[in-house]
C-alpha cells in the first residue's frame, strides 16, 4: 500500500499519448502487409496530435532516466524511458542536433540538475517534441518497425527533476 501512494498518476497527455503508441504498437503487428503497416503510421500521426491537442509541448511527464552521458563537446546527451520501449531522447551527436539543438549546453541550469542524477532515476520531465510531417511528433527510428513496435522521439528538454 505504501509503495501505491509513492506512485503519482500519469499527467492525462502523458497517458493518452503512450494509450496510442500502445494501441498502433498492437495494430502495426497484426497487419496482413507493409501497406497496410504504412497506412497504421499516417493514423497513428493523427492520433498522436490528437492525444497532445496539437501541442507538442508537454509539462511534468514522468520516466526513468536510462541514457546520462556526453558528446565529444561536453553536451549532455539524454534518454528518458516513458514505458517500455517508449523513450523521449536529444540527438546523441552534434552533427545529428545541428538543427533541432536538443542537446543539452554545459553551464545551463539543466546541465546542472543533470549532474546529479544517474541511470535509473525516475525522473519527472517538460519539454518540447519536434513537429514531424511523418509521425507528428519526430521519431528517429531508422525502420518503420522501429519506430511503430519501439519509438524513439526526439525532445527538447526544458526541465528534468528526480522524483
Not at 490528437?50 to 565529444?72: I, P
Not at 519501439?150 to 526541465?159: D, I, M, R
Request: no cysteine; proline share 4%; hydrophobic share 40%.
Amino acid at each position: 500500500m505504501a509503495s501505491a501512494s509513492k506512485q503519482s498518476p500519469l499527467p492525462t497527455s502523458q497517458r493518452d499519448f503512450l494509450a496510442v503508441i500502445a494501441d498502433y504498437k498492437e495494430r502495426f503487428r497484426s497487419a496482413s502487409n507493409e501497406l497496410q503497416q504504412s497506412a497504421l503510421r499516417d493514423g497513428r500521426r493523427a492520433a498522436i496530435l490528437k492525444a497532445l491537442a496539437s501541442r507538442l509541448t508537454v509539462q511534468n511527464w514522468t520516466g526513468t532516466l536510462r541514457n546520462l552521458e556526453t558528446s565529444t563537446e561536453g553536451k549532455a546527451i539524454v534518454t528518458v524511458r516513458l514505458v517500455s520501449d517508449v523513450d523521449v531522447l536529444t540527438w546523441n551527436n552534434s552533427l545529428s542536433d545541428v538543427i533541432h539543438r536538443t542537446m543539452i549546453d554545459k553551464g545551463t541550469p539543466l546541465y546542472a540538475a543533470l549532474m546529479n542524477m544517474s541511470v535509473g532515476d525516475p525522473v519527472t520531465v517538460s519539454g518540447s517534441f519536434i513537429p514531424s510531417d511523418q509521425d507528428g511528433a519526430l521519431e528517429t527510428s531508422l525502420t518503420i518497425d522501429g519506430s511503430m513496435t519501439a519509438p524513439e522521439f526526439l525532445f527538447q528538454f526544458s526541465n528534468i527533476s528526480k522524483q
